[in-house]
């Protein structure tokens, strides 16, 4: 059985563990080992090394983030690191099941990254929906200011760190870090203009890290085990393990912290179960709403940013969404607009008209009144809305699931304009 | 009017906060908690309480699903209508609901006890269709389960 250190210690139904049982595990210890054999450099040197990247979607590796803050004793103060806990991509639900299940882990995480950017206030961001993982942090946020684990001078070793639990008041915008930031300040969660990025000039203006929650919880396991340890979990060349999930017509349907490079086809198959008797699979979305659309002759991908890329799609979040051949595809694709369209803040024009016009046509093919030139205009947003052309990744994120979709399912757009209705219906 | 208890609440977290206006959200969520939603009223005496324009904390009020500035019932019914929920059957559940309850997703029972609102993905993804009602999740649902679910909150 292959190594599971961000999940192994997660008993589904049990109730977290409290402190002295995660001590007990060897909880801790990578603190310890951060804040009295290493320095702040030697920390970021071994996350670095590494190779984790970012698992809340874009897979940016984290020890090159860290290394744009300004460190010494000219930078900015305070700064800020900040745990992403807005977990609202369609499809995905492997941060929830962190932080339920282990919320010290995260904690610990976040500890020894501040004390890599030598942060002194950390936020954890988390969205009101998950309110069982909001009951976890608090009693585990309680728990370890009381042990001497955050507050002043941690461990004796003159650190000190502030950490308060932030529950937002919904809205997909602020799981972009620029648009979490505003969220923190109290203002409506628009992105920002990038650059400066938020490692130099972030929260209020100082530098500040966002990260995503499981990204979190790898740092203390590569502190206490090393660089080579979490290269070794891994089957392909980015480092560590990788919490992939399933969801849909599948057997199965679960979460599974897995070596990463797992190939979607032993995700799907001997982790999911397969498909559920009487259902095919049509396509996947690899890695939540705004990823594009992969077949069944990319089984054999290993799940990583870079096997994911070249395949010709994105790893993001890591949990696979399945369309089964008795779902519509234009309605897959039209609940994936919906919600785009619903959740953009409406900073830049060409998301907020475009994905609202993109909602209006291909709900029109569904119901039986597209045309044509519906496809046409598809087509153009789909340019429209690239990279670059908007002011987050919002918009260009959607666009991933439709230009995929028009590719691989273009006869079922057009069964829908030449039929009277859907055909699925 | 704000009460005693609120002001009081809505001090503490700002002064845990940074500044003022990074305790807007928190001090509309206190409100929200006591009355289950930010009337005009409210709004016009938090703005005064907390120093910033009206229009300001309206515009935030605004932004977020869950701060509701309409009146919503005893229970707060929201239902995920994301892409796993809609594969597994999400319509399905949405129209016995709306069928049950006589409203449509956006409104409020007449005897004001069940508000429906449709919701981005819930994180439940592996047990859908999920509904929350007020901090409690049921998953796995179908429509033939609501009744008996629903009759738990009065």
């Known amino acids: 059985m292959a190594e599971r250190p961000l999940t192994g210690d997660i008993r589904p139904g049990e109730g977290p563990p409290r402190l002295t049982e995660y001590e007990r595990r060897g909880g801790y210890a990578a603190l310890k080992k951060a804040l009295k054999q290493m320095d702040p450099a030697g920390v970021a040197e071994e996350v670095?090394?590494?190779?984790?990247?970012?698992?809340?979607?874009?897979?940016?590796?984290?020890?090159?983030?860290?290394?744009?803050?300004?460190?010494?004793?000219?930078?900015?103060?305070?700064?800020?690191?900040?745990?992403?806990?807005?977990?609202?991509?369609?499809?995905?639900?492997?941060?929830?099941?962190?932080?339920?299940?282990?919320?010290?882990?995260?904690?610990?995480?976040?500890?020894?990254?501040?004390?890599?950017?030598?942060?002194?206030?950390?936020?954890?961001?988390?969205?009101?929906?998950?309110?069982?993982?909001?009951?976890?942090?608090?009693?585990?946020?309680?728990?370890?200011?009381?042990?001497?684990?955050?507050?002043?001078?941690?461990?004796?070793?003159?650190?000190?760190?502030?950490?308060?639990?932030?529950?937002?008041?919904?809205?997909?915008?602020?799981?972009?870090?620029?648009?979490?930031?505003?969220?923190?300040?109290?203002?409506?969660?628009?992105?920002?203009?990038?650059?400066?990025?938020?490692?130099?000039?972030?929260?209020?203006?100082?530098?500040?890290?966002?990260?995503?929650?499981?990204?979190?919880?790898?740092?203390?396991?590569?502190?206490?085990?090393?660089?080579?340890?979490?290269?070794?979990?891994?089957?392909?060349?980015?480092?560590?393990?990788?919490?992939?999930?399933?969801?849909?017509?599948?057997?199965?349907?679960?979460?599974?912290?897995?070596?990463?490079?797992?190939?979607?086809?032993?995700?799907?198959?001997?982790?999911?179960?397969?498909?559920?008797?009487?259902?095919?699979?049509?396509?996947?979305?690899?890695?939540?709403?705004?990823?594009?659309?992969?077949l069944e002759e990319h089984l054999d991908v290993n799940m990583d940013f870079e096997s994911v890329a070249k395949a010709g799609s994105r790893m993001g979040t890591g949990t696979i969404i399945v369309l089964d051949d008795r779902t519509c595809p234009v309605g897959f694709i039209h609940n994936l607009q919906k919600f785009f369209s619903r959740e953009s803040c409406g900073w830049c024009t060409p998301c907020r008209e475009g994905l609202a016009w993109v909602e209006k046509t291909l709900a029109a093919i569904e119901e039986g009144r597209g045309t044509r030139e519906d496809i046409g205009i598809l087509e153009f947003h789909v340019r429209l809305l690239a990279p670059g052309r908007t002011f987050c990744a919002l918009a260009p994120g959607a666009m991933e699931p439709l230009g995929s979709g028009l590719k691989f399912f273009r006869d079922d757009f057009d069964r829908h304009i030449s039929a009277p209705s859907c055909p699925w219906r | 009017m704000l009460e005693e208890i609120e002001m009081r609440e809505i001090d503490e977290d700002r002064a845990r906060c940074h500044n003022t206006r990074a305790g807007m959200i928190e001090a509309l969520k206190i409100v929200q908690r006591r009355r289950g939603w930010i009337s005009d009223d409210v709004l016009y005496e938090l703005s005064a309480h907390l120093g910033v324009p009206p229009g300001e904390l309206d515009s935030v009020a605004t932004f977020y699903n869950l701060i509701f500035r309409k009146p919503v019932g005893r229970h707060r019914i929201l239902i995920c209508d994301s892409v796993t929920c809609w594969v597994m059957g999400e319509e399905d559940l949405k129209r016995r609901l709306s069928e049950k309850l006589g409203i449509a997703p956006g409104e409020t029972t007449r005897d004001g006890r069940f508000t429906l609102v449709p919701n981005a993905c819930l994180g439940v993804c592996d047990r859908a269709p999920a509904i929350m009602i007020d901090d409690d999740l049921h998953t796995g649902l179908t429509p033939a389960q609501l009744d008996a679910i629903l009759g738990r909150y009065e």
């Open chain 1, 48 to 294: 670095k090394r590494s190779g984790l990247r970012g698992r809340g979607g874009a897979g940016f590796p984290t020890g090159a983030k860290w290394s744009f803050v300004p460190m010494g004793t000219d930078a900015p103060e305070p700064k800020y690191l900040v745990a992403n806990g807005d977990e609202m991509e369609p499809g995905t639900f492997k941060d929830r099941y962190l932080l339920e299940g282990n919320p010290h882990q995260l904690i610990e995480g976040m500890i020894i990254a501040a004390f890599a950017i030598q942060a002194s206030v950390a936020f954890i961001f988390i969205r009101e929906e998950y309110r069982e993982a909001c009951a976890a942090l608090t009693r585990a946020l309680a728990e370890a200011f009381a042990a001497g684990y955050l507050g002043g001078n941690i461990l004796g070793s003159g650190f000190n760190l502030d950490m308060k639990l932030h529950v937002s008041a919904g809205r997909y915008m602020c799981g972009e870090e620029t648009g979490l930031i505003n969220a923190l300040e109290g203002r409506r969660a628009v992105p920002r203009w990038k650059p400066p990025y938020p490692q130099t000039a972030g929260l209020w203006g100082k530098p500040t890290v966002v990260n995503n929650i499981e990204t979190l919880c790898c740092v203390p396991h590569i502190v206490l085990k090393g660089a080579e340890y979490f290269k070794g979990l891994s089957r392909t060349g980015e480092g560590g393990t990788k919490l992939y999930g399933v969801s849909g017509k599948v057997k199965n349907p679960g979460c599974w912290e897995l070596p990463m490079g797992t190939s979607i086809r032993e995700i799907l198959e001997e982790h999911a179960g397969g498909m559920m008797g009487g259902f095919k699979l049509k396509g996947l979305l690899p890695g939540g709403a705004s990823t594009d659309f992969l």
